[in-house]
Structure formats: C-alpha cells, structure tokens
C-alpha cells in the first residue's frame, strides 16, 4: 500500500457480524419469508423475462451443431408461436416428436440461465427427476421398450451424478447447511420415485420392468443418505446459536407442513378409484412423520436441540416423501385404472356396506387380476404369517424388529377365508375369524413397517371411509 | 426447508453478503446497533421486492438498497456532531503513545471517516471496508467508474491530509 491510510482503513474493518447476530437476523428473515411468499412462475418454463429477449434467441444458442430439416422447421414454429410449442412440449415424452424440444431447447435454455450453484444442483435434479418421470408414464401406458428405458437411464444417470456433485460442491462454499438439505431432499424425491416404480412392476406383473432405472435410482439414494450423513457429522460440530429459537421456530414449521400433509392425504382417500396400495403405505409414512415428530419435541424438551433438529429434518424428509408421492399419484393418474370390469361388481347386492366392501375388494382385485391377467375374484393366500419388516426407525413398533431405511422388500401374505364370505355384510364379519379380513397380499415396501395387526385394522378402517 | 428456487438464492445470498452489508452500515452510521437494523431492513426490503419481480445482481441490488436506508437515515440525523459519536462510546484519543498506535488507528480512522463528506465517505467505505471495486461501485450507484475512481482517489488525498495534520 502507498500510503498508510489504506492501511489504517483495512484495519479499521474488522468489525463483523457474530455467528449470533447472524443467525439470529437469518431466523428473523426465514419466518418473514414464510409470511410473504414469493409469487413462482407457473411452470419451469422459460425463464426468457430474466433476460428480456426474446426465447428465440436463446433456443439457437442452445441447440446442438447438427439438425436435421425438420428440426429448423421446429425451431420456427417455436418462434413463430412465441413459445407456445416450448410450453406444449413440456409434456411430452420419448416418441413424442415434441421430445426434442423439451429436452435440447427447453431444458438447456433454463441451463443456461441458471446462476448460482445452488440453483444448479437443483435445476439439475429435476432434470434427473423428468426422465424418471418419463420412465414412469411410459410404464403405465404400457410404452416402455427397452431401448427407451436404456436411454433415459443413461440420462437419469447423468444428470443424477450431476447435481449430486453439485450439492456436494456446496461444502466448499462453507455452505454446509444447505449441502446436507439438498442432499436430503434430493434423497427425499427419489425415495417416493422408488415407491412408484415399485408399484409399478407390481402392477404390471413384471419386477423387470424399470428395474435398471429403479436400481439407479436406489444407488443414488444410498449416495445422498451417506453425504447428508457426513455432512451432518460436520455441522454438528459447529457452532450452536441460539438454537432453542430455532427448534421452536421449525417445530411449528413441520407441524404446518405435517397438518397440510395429512389434509392431502384424506382429500386423496376420498377418491374410490386412487390406488389403494399406495394409500395404505401413506397412511404409515403419515404415522412414522408424526411419531418422528414427536421424538423431537421429547428432545428438545430434553434441551437436546442438536437432535431436536435433526430429528424435524428426518420429518420433513418424511413429509416431502409423502406429498411427493401424492403428487405423483396424481399427476400420472395413479388409479386402479386398469380395467374397472365389472367382475366382481354382480355380487354386490343393494347393500351399501357389502358394496363398499367389494369396492374395497374390487380395487384389490383389480391389482390381482392385473397379475393373474384373470377375471376372478379369488385371494390368494398362504398361511404365511412372517412378516419382514424394513423401514423407517421412526414408526418402531417394540414387538418388531427394525432396520435401518431399508433397500429391501418382502412379502408378507396372511391367511384369509374365502370369496363368498366377502359378501357379507362387513360388521358381521369383522371380528369372526381370521377369515373374516379382506386380506390381500401385503408388500412391505422399503419404508414402511406393517405389522399384520396393523394392517387388519387398516383394511377396516379404509371400509369404513369407504362405506361414508 | 425452503422450497423455491428464489428463496433458495436469497437466503445463500444472506449467508453471503450479510458481514458485508452490516459493515458497510458500521462505517456509515457509526452506531453498531443502528447498522443491524439497517442491514437486516436491507435484506427484507429486498424480498418483498424479490415477492414477484425478479432480480439480475442480487449484490449490487443489496447494496444499493443499503445506501437508500443509510441516506435516509442519515437525513433524519442530520448533525452527526463528534459529541454524539464519543457518545455511543467512541472515544478518540491523542497518538502520542506509539504502542498504542493499532487500537488508536481504528478509531483514528473512523474519525477521519468523519471528516470526510459524505459522497466521499461513501465510495471510500466502499472500496476499503467492504472491498468492492471501482465497477461494481460505479453500478451500485449508478455512475460512471471513471466518476467514481476519481472520487475514490479525492477521498484519500482527504483522508491523507486529516491524517497527517499535527494534533
């Protein structure tokens, strides 16, 4: 420095912000955010309003050297339609000649106007998120060939990888914090995709269909819970700031999101026709978040803020997982489909109860006959009553045993009586016999614990809705 | 957890710029408690701009509301005597003493701050507390950078001349 003023200046700047006077405003922002939502954009469509050109410009940047003809003509019907073909794109899928356009230009545009590496990571895992997506339409409509599927895995994998690296460049940026969320809330989404792809291959009777995507995806998982995991480690041993405020303040947070969670959930069950599977295996991940929740109140009760935190973090986690899920159900029309032949509908005699009852049945059966390809109404059960239980630590039930956020299904069948007693009037064959149950085959799916009890009363209760 | 993309982008962008903003507010208002008040206005000033506009520099925008909030509240305290500011607990002393010389040449050059006006005060905190340069300074205050590094360099020639003026 020429002269001793800089200096003097630079020495003079050593007054900072405390950890604690930061947090403190950040806790203070976070809850005015909360209030003051910001407005989104209606789709990730693109973005061309950040820049104030026109789309047109940007979808010539970003498209590839070589294109054929008819691709130019693309081109100019997206400009000429100020968009509109960008827009109707989004929907499409592979074998759609709109794909092109929803993946090199729409995708790449918003690519290329991403800044930050937190936007990135995101932008990219939604990428990621859109071919699974496209993976699990194609399956349903019964369109998946196998050169799709490898394709779209390569892709899924790709950017995947990406925004995994991404969230984990995070740290470097001594932004720690947000590098655990990301990596637990990327965890979150490809768990519930993991459910669906599941449910899928049941449906369709075939445990190969999807299954190399459904295997990347659990890797990834695997790779997210062990980063947010080490990241955790790390966290923990920094600082603690006021952190009483801070449970506090997420506590209501999480009992907002669980409350707004279980409201989608009872709009969901009104619907007859959504996919009673899917819903049973809600019904659990609603009770394993609430008893999740509950733990963490104990904690910080218990003044174990740390804890506290992280166990609303596994909740919301949890929570994410569910409404992703639901959305999902919803958005690829998750119903029970498939064939509402009137099969088993002739047995169903005036009586409303017997009618829900086979309702219930019937959108059970509808699963079976999906896989027997049959039209009968028979159950079939062994007399099978292990049961195997993977799932979540949250929902512990002392008389099971409990593993770590499992990677495994299994089976769990139980014995049920025959067909003709289902014809009954429900009351009377509730508390019979084991018979009595509508049993179906159970599945327990990689995060939820299903204790056969628990499952009986399920199915009596999901009558019982079904009945109002 | 946050779930957009914008609220996303603030919240790193506090994680960010929050020290820098607060010590921009330090070394303009000379009142620590005043400069947090300022700063945390600063960022929620810019979210409810953020609710349903879009930003291209979040920084230079932060910056820029900043110095709204510390003009304004400057206006409002317009005499800034020294009296007030020994008040808050500043105290300037003599440099007789060499070995006091460090602690004395923050004080010192708050002082000097003091006497500078404050189009001047301005780019100078700005370039050396909070380190930003001539371009991004000429931005946030929407003049020319030649402008502005010709006002840096009065600032110190100022500066120069409080500083080596005999006590």
Redesign the interface.
Known sequence: MK????N??????????TEH??AS??I???S??AD?????AVRDLLPS??IGQPYGVYSLLALPAQRPMFVTLIIALVLASGGGVSYAAEMSLPGDSLYGIKVHVNENVKSALT??A??QA??DAQRAERRLKEVELLAVEDALTAEREADLEQRFKMRARQSYIEAEQLTQN??MP?SA?LH??FEARLRAHEHILTRIQEQQNDLQLGQRIKSAVQTEIEAHTTARAQKEIQTEAQTQIDMEAETKKKEAEVKNKLEHAEESLRQLITKESADTQLKINLNLRVDAAKESAVKANEQAEAQQHSKALKKL?DT?III?EIDTTIKLMNDLGFTSKKDQKEKSSSKTGPQKESASTTDDVQSNNTIQSDMHMGAHTQITIQADTNVNISGSAASADPDFSIQQHGDFSAKSEITAGHNDELDEPHPSNSNDSPNSNTAIEIETQSTATMPIIKINQQQQTETHIQTQ | MPSSLKEQQFLNAYEEYSDAIFRHCVFRVYDREKARELMQETFTKTWVYLIDKDVQHLKAFLYKTANNLIIDYSRKKKEESLDAITEQGIEFSKDDDPDMHDIIDGKRAIEMLNHLEEQYREVIVMRYVNGLKPREIAEILGESKNAISVRINRGIKKLRAVYETPR
Do not use: D, Y
């Not at chain 1, 002269?3 to 800089?6: A, W």
């Not at chain 1, 003051?36 to 989104?40: D, S, W």
């Open positions: 002269h001793p003023v800089k003097i200046l630079k020495e003079a700047g050593n007054m900072h912000l006077e930061k405003t950040l203070m922002l976070k005015f955010i003051h939502p910001a407005h989104e309003r950040h800044f930050s937190h936007s995101l932008w001594k932004n947000s969320m637990a809330r973090q919301e994410e």
